[in-house]
């Protein structure tokens, strides 16, 4: 059977990458295939695609979707500002990056909130495991309290929520998933790319490896047992008509920048994700209750993102030349004579 | 009988407290006497601090036009009572000392003359408006030096609607307030005998502007195509993308639109700041941040990336007197070994050393050529004399040939090749390998970069030999670019058998110290290096003389080292290091005094 | 005829696929192996990754104990058939290849006896546990091994017990495993003649024990007194505050109350890792931390910090090779010219060299006391061979003298003083001044720190002279510390024309070298570094040969370039330097090769 | 008159420092004068103290206050990291951290949020302009949306507000005041001393010289314009009797780890120091209020230190010698033969 070809014309397998190298079972490769599922179904153009990321087993990922996009990994923890750059320098393309847990709650943390602060245009997804896998199994800064460690040591320190975070600062969108839950997952990250302004995604991400084993919190079967879903999500493309029949008021749709559209149906919470305060409230109580909220936590499509802001022109700055940059031999000359 | 007054050839020293508003007095005197066609050359000596204490301005006036730190002031303008002492004691015998009257000279030295002005009681009495006051105090000063060393008052004028070009309202103010200062002088100094005066001159002014290096540097980056600055404030280097900031407003915004055509980010850190302006550079914009010392200790791992990875971009440091946060106001070149070789693992940078206003100016646009053309960061080195104070120059040129882009593929090239190209493969022997830059609409444009091992289609690889050739190439690409950073420039006129290396800001004590030499009878020829790695020349002028000076503002002898290991071993033992690292620009007497004392120590033949 | 087998002179590879616990396997034929008396030189091959990616480990037995990386492997048990066809090709001529029997020979080299095991089918059939069966797969050839080099089976279950030390329960299963794997040897291959057996030996691993640098390195900081250690884990460095953990655990804990008599902080990243060291030693307390090329170009505003404030800190790198994140996985020498003068402006560290795991150890405790001694940071270099291999070496001594806590003044001594101190007079004149620590019971006690300038009496100062007066005594304070570093190991007992010097892992390449040139009729003298500052003793070392080889695994000679600045001109150009950096250990061929060519194409007098 | 002696002996003046070189009128130099009144008034002892700091005009004041103590004038943003090195050093020392904004959460943002997180015992005053002062006032993160810099610029983007992230991390005493409050800020530094954990104290401190004019958000009239006082703050000593006379309901009383007590008088809101959520949404509402809450945000004194959760000996590290640290020289042997 010949591969089905999406809205650009391109099969599944465009949006492949190099084969994983990381170990069988590993979440992060499921969120791989997630990401390929979503990128092939939106249509999005392999070549206006950056994929960006710092250093870890989660950093390895672009490098396994879209062969053909060009893929920045870059140093540990500081993957938002080589984004920030690269964003600005060419706002045309599609920043979508990829970090760990170590990577932006660790060592990058400040980066993080300052790219979040500034509402750079791009998906942030962590892969979230609670450890840092590629150095062998430590505890990350998002491990929960009473985690116990593979060799047996108890984590006794509060973690740090990269949501919880992200909702103090007003970030634009945060969404939490599961790398289990591609139902969920896919249309979140859709949604994400659709945003204009910093998507962040925390998805837990188990690492089969070294956490993954009972009393770990970042295990499949505790995620499997305490994730509370705040809504069923879909998402409906800008180039696909919107017929939703459900009863009013089970619902609530969000249009997004470029036209295409969420459909929230509630489950759990009654939860409006454009109330921050109200959301962080869910959120630390879910916390208390020692459940995993997930879904979309917060969307707020009304914060220009870090380039309109800047006031940048539509046309990227890398592509400006001499005559758009150089100052006029008039003013030139006009200006040394006020130096003089 | 005391000899007539010397003409245009002194050296003003005003002792104030910071914050005060002195900056502005000092700098209309500057304008109002470069007006006259009078050669000046201004040396802010100010704290690391925002009020209160102790700053100097010196203002140099020499026939010759010298730039470098002279030594003691011949004219002195004391309202600094905390240093007061110390001041009088510095100024050179026959000199004069206006200050104010509270400040007690009983039984202070003879050999000065005093002009106490009751600076306070003027201010309070002649200046009405209360708020402004405090600045405008200052302002009497000028009047009284303007009466003092006979700069027409018109001149005096001038000079104020130049400083205060942006705000014409202040013009009048200021006006009076010097007029209050230039009366007093009038009604109680007039007949006093002087021994400085300043004349008219012309032809020494001609064609030339004053203008700071870091203006210069913001200017250079503007006409070498700069659109994204990252940074993150640090004395000196602040003032450079502020500066940027300013020529964006101005030159940079669509008047329609709004829109800007640069982008100037304010960095949380500077490792955000450069990782910016090296994911800039990778998107293939010319990028580039600014700092100085404690920031380029923080820039060490992403430098270390954009020279494996081949990611283009401009650092400049306005070197400051380390280590450490050290005295984040004085002048230093001890940035040079650790910004050469800066990063974990075998690194060697790019590395400009501009030693004028009109270098920073042509370098900075030299730089994003070389970053683009190197695929390499490439780094600037000024420092806060050269950033920070105004310097005469000549008016900066016109750029007129077009960007260098470097080897860069468009979709069309990739068409033209049939997608058949490796990122990292040496295609013309040069070391110099092709990129591609995301958003090129070609199936093989994209490729995946990283700071972890790559092979020469930039795959993955821990492979040892892959790893072994791209480390040889990145060498061979280091040695091209030998023969492409600005040449020295040798003046070997004297026909010496001692020759001075020097370069950045040490030059201007350079210039000085071989007029002087050449006085006492040891003309001596003069190389200026202006960028690393070192050009080959350097080897001929060592050759062609006995002893070689290596003079450098920093206590390790940084160039003196890096110099050595180029040399064949023959040549090395020639070199002999002449270091001043007292924070303060180096004067041409520092030079000199060492360079005799050294020159009688050799066995005569 | 064929000659008989070789005795205790081989070299084994085991080729499988990381994560699938073949570690363990090679570890216990390491083991086994030792027991039997047999000196053994391990070296793991491992990819940055945690499963499924290719791995080697080599296991060197020579009658002569080498320790450095030898070339092709004798042995080979090929477990990877990704990689089946490349590792079958390395193998030595007359060598024997262990293989899965799936893999395809048919057309392969006839110059090797195969040993074809039908290793899944065995672990299929033989091993009950599903769940263990991976893990134990490689306990096979562990088996077949045994029988092949001729192991005795009780060797291989005290191997078993050795490398399973902490879980028992894991002791049968792995040894009926091994088992099934010697019994298939016996079945099938008894009969079959091979060239390299092992034979049990005395002698050569008496009071020998077995351990990786970095563990040594631990065991050192233990013995040496550290009581906070700050680190954030990275590749090759994070063992060794893994095993600083184990060690608390067992050595730090006070069974009735449970407090610890250390703190081991995981710190968020490498700049609050040595922030947290540096408080520490502020504080008076033995500080540490430790990491790898990355984190060293992270570390470099503090390390200013600590070298301008004169705070003591030891910082352990444990070299990989770079630039940038590099081969996270493979071995190198580059970071030693970077970590020298660490920060901006003038700086310069001490660095030790350690060559061997005992030096590890030992240089762990003298970096302690260095760094309390001189009040600054002071670096031990390692590297990823050193670090994670197994050596082999003499048990290690208990240290006899007390911690050297350095010029520290106490309540008393201030009494004694009767206050009168100050923090940064040079009191001895040899550039240490004295202080005190936070906490110190007496009113003139307290001082301020600071990374800006400051006076002999820790006041803060922008003074000219100040700065360059406390910037001299840093100079002399380094100068002593010249002579109180470890000094070079000096072997001039060959009376060669010809000397040879290193560092660190290259002295096991360089042992063999010179075993190996004595053969050829070239006997070398020999010369190791221990650290920096670099001893004045090498200069006479360099005067009494003609011609001497730098040997350093870097792409730019770091060594090679520190020691020509040091050596007077005329001695300087007796260096050649030899250099190998692709990531692998380097091996002795990759010395001796060099050198002959060199040593060819010098001119006959 | 001769000097009133505090209660170990020592006279105010015992606790100043060198003359400040801050601009007159610097907010920082009011709470270097309120830092002097609250040590002598609790009797700290001057060398049990270490003054910490990182890099701006706020890092210059620990010179300015207890000259007798011991100093530590670090680089910039890092101070934290110091400060917990110190603090397990020699876990007896009274640690007092003196920032700016810019050095806290610019540059310093993730060393902050890891010390809190760690709870590292110690006193963390921000000295928050909106500004950084000593590089002549460029924006810092806590600048507010609109707020005005003396250029002209407008800055656009939210502020990173500590006390909130403080708030999410669970930092166990949040604190908000204004350096012209004495009577508010006095009693919240005897708090902080007392109170054994991190306790971050965000204090509004006008920069004259760049960022008190129309239009900021942090100049003095606008921050007394502003201010919402939620509770009017005693602090009792441990030395000293209790005796509160209010009617029953109108306060708090919060008993310290030292034996001190915070006795807490509601004024506007209706809050409770140990409800965090609830304390969220407050400073949340009033945020959107424009309002700026100041007082006692949040305490929790169940929250161990970091050096009681590292299990640390009451005696310094520091103090220990080769007998407490080295292994025995049986252990030793028996250790060196299971190598073998
Ligand atoms: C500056 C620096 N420090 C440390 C490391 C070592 N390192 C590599 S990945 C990693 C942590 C990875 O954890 P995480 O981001 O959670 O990714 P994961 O492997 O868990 O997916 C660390 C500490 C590094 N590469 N660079
Ligand atoms: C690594 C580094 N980068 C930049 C600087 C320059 N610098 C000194 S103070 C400062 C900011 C100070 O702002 P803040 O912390 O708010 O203190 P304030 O002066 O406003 O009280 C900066 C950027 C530095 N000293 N070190
Ligand atoms: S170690 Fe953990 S995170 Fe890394 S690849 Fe394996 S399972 Fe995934
Ligand atoms: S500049 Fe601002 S913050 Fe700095 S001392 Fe002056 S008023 Fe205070
Ligand atoms: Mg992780
Ligand atoms: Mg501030």
Redesign the interface.
Same mark, same amino acid.
């Given at each position: 059977m010949s591969a089905t070809l999406n809205r650009i014309g391109l099969a599944r397998d465009a949006y492949k990458g190099a084969a994983t $190298?990381?170990?069988?079972g590993c979440g992060h490769n499921s969120i791989t295939n997630h990401l390929i599922k979503a990128m092939y179904e939106l249509g999005v153009e392999?070549?206006?695609l950056?994929k960006m990321s710092g250093?870890g087993?989660s950093s390895k990922t672009?490098?396994y979707f879209v062969?053909?996009?060009? *893929?920045?990994?870059? +140093?540990?923890?500081?993957m938002?500002?080589? !984004? %920030? *750059?690269?964003?600005?320098?060419?706002r045309? @393309?599609l920043m979508v990056g990829v970090s760990g847990d170590g990577d932006t709650v660790?060592? /990058?943390?400040?980066?993080f909130?300052?790219m979040m602060?500034?509402n750079v245009d791009c998906t942030y997804i962590i892969e979230d495991n609670g450890t840092? *896998?590629? !150095?062998?199994g430590?505890?990350s800064?998002t491990a929960d309290v009473g985690s116990v460690q593979k060799r047996g040591s108890v984590n %006794?320190?509060?973690p #740090?929520?990269p949501c919880? +975070?992200a909702l $103090?600062? /007003?970030c634009s969108f945060v969404a939490r998933s599961f790398s289990g839950d591609g139902k969920q997952l896919v249309p979140l990250i859709k949604a994400a790319i659709a945003h204009r302004g910093t998507a962040v995604l925390d998805v837990i991400s188990p690492c089969v $490896?070294f956490n993954d084993h009972d009393g770990s919190t970042k295990s499949y079967s505790w995620v499997k047992d305490h994730d509370e879903q705040i809504q069923d999500v879909t998402f409906i493309p800008f180039f696909e008509e919107i017929h939703v029949d459900y009863e009013p008021g089970t619902i609530k749709e969000v249009a997004l920048h470029d036209g295409s559209h969420l459909v929230l149906k509630k489950l759990s919470e009654d939860h409006d994700p454009t109330d921050? #305060?109200g959301t962080?409230?869910l959120l630390?109580?879910s916390r208390e209750r020692n459940q995993l909220l997930t879904g979309l936590l917060y969307i707020d499509e009304t914060a220009p993102d870090f380039?309109t802001?800047?006031? @940048?022109?539509e046309l990227?700055?890398?592509?400006?030349?001499?005559e758009? @940059?150089? #100052?006029t031999?008039e003013?030139?000359?006009q200006?040394?004579s006020? @130096?003089? | 009988m005391t000899p007539g007054p010397t003409i245009n050839d002194l050296t003003f020293q005003a002792a104030t407290v910071n914050g005060s508003g002195s900056q502005s007095a000092n700098l209309v005197l500057t304008r109002a006497i470069f007006s006259m066609g009078i050669p000046v050359a201004p040396k802010n000596v100010f704290p690391s601090n925002i009020e209160g204490l102790p700053t100097w301005y010196q203002l140099r006036i020499s026939p010759r036009g010298y730039q470098a730190r002279a030594g003691e002031p011949d004219v002195l303008v004391a309202l600094n009572p905390a240093t007061w002492t110390k001041d009088l004691a510095s100024v050179r015998p026959g000199g004069a000392v206006v200050h104010e009257q509270a400040y007690s000279t009983a039984g202070a030295r003879s050999d000065v003359s005093y002009f106490p002005v009751p600076f306070a009681k003027l201010a309070k009495s002649r200046i009405q408006s209360d708020t402004l006051r405090k600045q405008l105090t200052n302002m009497l000063y000028v009047g009284v030096v303007a009466g003092l060393l006979g700069i027409p008052f018109e001149a005096i004028e001038h000079g104020i609607r130049r400083t205060f070009q942006s705000k014409p309202k202040a013009w009048q103010v200021n006006i009076d307030a010097a007029c209050v200062g230039y009366q007093h002088w009038q009604d109680n100094f007039a007949d006093r005998g002087i021994a400085h005066v300043l004349r008219p001159m012309t032809g020494l002014t001609d064609d030339r502007v004053l203008i700071e290096g870091n203006q210069a540097a913001a200017l250079g980056c503007v006409m070498g195509g700069c659109t994204v600055a990252a940074w993150y404030p640090i004395t000196p280097s602040s003032s450079l993308c502020e500066n940027l900031i300013t020529y964006a407003e101005r030159f940079r915004v669509d008047p329609e639109t709004g829109e800007k055509k640069i982008a100037v980010v304010q960095a949380e850190d500077e490792l955000a700041a450069l990782g910016m302006a090296i994911g800039a550079g990778w998107t293939g914009a010319r990028a580039m941040t600014s700092t100085s010392g404690p920031g380029i200790s923080l820039m060490g791992e992403f430098t270390g990336l954009a020279y494996y990875a081949e990611v283009p971009v401009v650092i400049f440091d306005i070197q400051r007197i380390g280590p450490s946060t050290g005295l984040p106001t004085r002048t230093s070149q001890a940035d040079l070994g650790f910004v050469y070789t800066l990063s974990h693992g075998d690194t060697k940078h790019l590395v400009l050393l501009p030693g004028t206003v009109e270098e920073c100016y042509e370098f900075a646009q030299t730089a994003f050529d070389l970053a683009d053309r190197f695929q390499a960061p490439v780094f600037v080195l000024s420092d806060l004399d050269l950033g920070m104070n105004l310097w005469m120059t000549p008016t900066f040129q016109y750029p007129e040939r077009p960007f260098d882009r470097g080897k860069v593929l468009d979709a069309g090239d990739l068409a033209r090749l049939e997608g058949q190209w490796g990122r990292y493969r040496d295609v013309d022997q040069d070391g110099v390998a092709y990129r591609t830059l995301p958003g090129t609409d070609h199936p093989a444009a994209g490729y995946f970069t990283r700071g972890s091992g790559h092979d020469e289609d930039a795959r993955y690889t821990e492979e040892a030999e892959a790893y072994a050739r791209n480390m040889d190439r990145l060498a061979r690409k280091f040695e091209t670019a030998r023969s492409a950073v600005p040449a020295p420039v040798v003046d070997e006129s004297a026909h010496s058998t001692i020759g001075l290396i020097a370069f950045g800001t040490t030059h201007h004590a350079v210039v000085e110290a071989r007029d002087l030499l050449s006085e006492r009878g040891l003309p001596v020829d003069y190389l200026r290096v202006r960028a690393l790695p070192l050009s080959s020349s350097i080897t001929e002028f060592v050759r062609d003389h006995e002893r070689v000076y290596v003079i450098e503002q920093n206590r390790d002898g940084q160039m003196y080292d890096l110099l050595r290991l180029e040399l064949p071993a023959e040549l090395a033992g020639r070199l002999r290091s002449i270091r001043h690292y007292d924070g303060r620009p180096i004067p041409a007497e520092s030079i000199t005094r060492p360079l005799l004392e050294l020159e009688e120590a050799v066995p005569v033949q």
């Open positions: $190298t990381l170990c069988a392999p070549h206006m950056a250093i087993c672009p490098a062969d053909q996009a060009h *893929g920045f990994n870059g +140093v540990h923890g500081r938002p500002a080589l !984004t %920030t *750059g690269a964003q600005v320098a060419n045309k @393309l660790s060592i /990058g943390l400040g980066q909130m300052h602060r500034r840092y *896998g590629l !150095t062998k430590q505890f800064a %006794t320190y509060q #740090i929520d919880a +975070v $103090t600062l /007003g $490896t921050r #305060i962080m409230r630390e109580e380039s802001r800047e006031r @940048l022109p990227p700055l890398r592509d400006l030349g001499e758009d @940059l150089r #100052i031999r003013d030139f000359a200006h040394m006020e @130096l003089a | -």
